[in-house]
């Protein structure tokens, strides 16, 4: 028969595998639904962070602000890469859950980001509850962790990050990426292996001095302005339904909240009793909250 023929079977093997692909490419793309049961009562879960810091919370802690939540860039660490020709790509860093909260809404990831979580920017929480582990499973398995704190320490694997007695926050990075946190009146002062960063609150905003970069940011009642260098400007709108930033939408709706983000797709949080449950294109994540 045809089918038994050498060159007839490769075809056949090579039209299957091109159409997994396009299929696959068609699955990762494909924006998640919202979720059936997205007009449910709000969520026992806080949103935008949790404390896993037993020292110290609210405007100075260690915390962990889930994959999916709504920010705002400050600064984002560009990665460049070089191909085979030559030709230098800059590409920003990814968001990392871990990090240190540094007050009205500002979140340091352990990534070397500093953004403004949206849900926080513009009303800050009295007393952040506090939580003393944090499990994430589904999706691939190089994904799958488990973050616990315990007096004021936090293991994330790699990385440790502990509140000393003296009130600094140290995060020990890997290959001696180190930082040090402290909050002194009316500012925040990182202190990195080489340089210092510093954010300063005033009535009207913020200064931060990042490197050799200057951010102004302004706030009113629903906006907040952050003019950066050249033309790093960016804006955080709340809406009636949520935020908009930088071409960015967020809809916080009960206990659901979807990022419609231009740089990371679309995503949806949903919070539970004790669960977090984070769909994106293609696969789903699940976090306990303990």
Same mark, same amino acid.
């Given at each position: 028969m045809a089918a038994n023929h050498p060159e007839v079977r490769v075809k056949i093997l090579l039209g299957?595998? $091109?159409a997994t692909l396009v299929y696959a490419f068609f699955w990762a793309t494909k924006s998640p639904p919202f979720p059936d049961n997205w007009k449910a009562a709000e969520s026992d879960l806080p949103a935008g962070g949790f404390s896993l810091d037993s020292r110290h919370s609210g !405007? &100075? %802690?260690i915390e962990f602000v889930p994959p999916g939540t709504p920010r705002? !860039? $400050?600064y984002?660490?560009?990665i460049s890469t070089t191909d085979d020709e030559g030709n230098t790509e800059n590409e920003p860093a990814d968001y990392e859950p871990l990090g240190v909260y540094l007050g009205r809404g500002y979140f340091y990831d352990i990534n070397d980001n500093l953004s403004l979580i949206a849900e926080r920017a513009f009303e800050e929480r009295k007393q952040p509850r506090l939580f003393h582990s944090i499990a994430c499973s589904g999706g691939f398995w190089w994904n799958n962790y488990e973050v616990e704190g315990t007096d004021g /320490?936090? !293991?994330g694997g790699s990385t440790v990050i502990e509140h000393k007695a003296d009130g600094? $926050? &140290?995060v020990d %990075?890997?290959?001696l990426s180190n930082v040090s946190i402290k909050a002194e009146p009316g500012r925040r002062v990182l202190t990195f292996n080489m340089s210092k960063a510093e954010l300063v609150f005033h009535k009207w905003g913020e200064t931060i001095n990042w490197g050799l970069s200057s951010y102004e940011i302004q706030r009113n009642r629903d906006e907040v302005h952050c003019d950066g260098p050249l033309l790093n400007d960016h804006f955080l709108t709340k809406t009636a339904e949520g935020f908009l930033t930088d071409g960015s939408r967020a809809l916080v709706l009960g /206990? $659901?909240?979807?990022?419609?983000?231009s740089v990371e797709g679309t995503t949806n949080l949903v919070r539970t009793a004790n669960r977090l449950r984070l769909q994106q294109s293609g696969f789903d994540q699940q976090f306990r909250v303990d």
């Open positions: 299957l595998l $091109v !405007d &100075f %802690g705002m !860039d $400050v984002r660490r560009m /320490k936090v !293991d600094e $926050v &140290f %990075g890997p290959l /206990k $659901v909240t979807r990022w419609e983000s």
